[in-house]
């Protein structure tokens, strides 16, 4: 079964610093996607990583993937209160049985303070 | 607005009764994506369509079924409900069958299970 692990799941950040969201994941898989969800609001899409190495870049937002270390990453650069949301990563086989078929984290809660 | 559209936004109904969810994707989307989020469970996939077949599946409990008609809409339906299938379901939809394609969600259906 396809595990998912996002770290932190809670991130309190100042105003203009850089951090890192991770997203680990426990089997082979070839698709990953990063979404937002504001509160109380639906998901929005951010990034689809289809391949390793992939990185990807809109704004302040930065993700990249690494399939042999089963890893994928969603750095925040100089933060501002706007990026305040919770982040998913979901990951999706491509080949196997399970193809299609999505397994997302728990989600890390990141909050931007002045 | 992501120009899928869900209905009804809230639901409230009794325990053992049945509900059904409807979804009309983005315009020219085949492909349509049911997903529940829930307190106790997180964010899950529940089941994939492409132009009217069923193309994945995932953690859908066998009380609930799904369908994509002709015009692309789909229903979701849910029978026997619990107390525990309170939750928000979110349909999808993006333009092609297979995986990597970006997915716009709707703003949810909730349904409170009473």
């Known amino acids: 079964e396809l595990k998912v692990e996002q770290n932190p799941l809670f991130l309190s950040m100042q105003e203009g610093k850089n951090y890192t969201i991770y997203c680990n994941y426990s089997?082979?898989?070839?698709?990953l996607y990063w979404y937002r969800q504001d509160p109380g609001k639906s998901l929005e899409s951010l990034f689809v990583?289809?391949?390793?190495?992939a990185v990807k870049q809109e704004g302040r937002l930065m993700a990249s993937l690494d399939t042999k270390a089963r890893l994928s990453t969603l750095h925040i650069t100089a933060a501002v209160h706007d990026l305040s949301a919770t982040y998913f990563c979901?990951?999706?086989?491509?080949?196997?049985?399970?193809?299609?078929?999505?397994?997302f984290g728990d989600g890390t809660t990141l909050t931007v303070k002045p | 607005d992501s120009g899928v559209t869900q209905t009804p936004k809230h639901l409230i109904t009794a325990t053992g009764q049945r509900v059904t969810l409807r979804c009309s994707p983005r315009?020219?989307?085949?492909?349509v994506y049911w997903y529940q989020q829930s307190l106790d469970q997180g964010l899950q996939f529940l089941i994939q369509y492409y132009n009217g077949e069923e193309r994945a599946k995932g953690n859908i409990l066998e009380r609930f079924s799904a369908q994509q008609f002709p015009d692309l809409h789909s229903e979701l339906n849910l029978s026997s409900l619990e107390l525990g299938d309170s939750a928000l379901y979110f349909c999808?939809?993006?333009?092609?069958?297979?995986?990597?394609?970006?997915?716009?969600f709707g703003e949810g259906s909730w349904l409170t299970v009473v």
């Open positions: 315009s020219g989307d085949l492909s």
């Open positions: 979901a990951v999706e086989p491509y080949f196997n049985t399970n193809a299609g078929k999505s397994t």
């Open positions: 999808a939809s993006s333009v092609g069958g297979i995986s990597g394609n970006t997915i716009y």
């Open positions: 089997t082979t898989s070839d698709r």
């Open positions: 990583l289809l391949s390793n190495g």
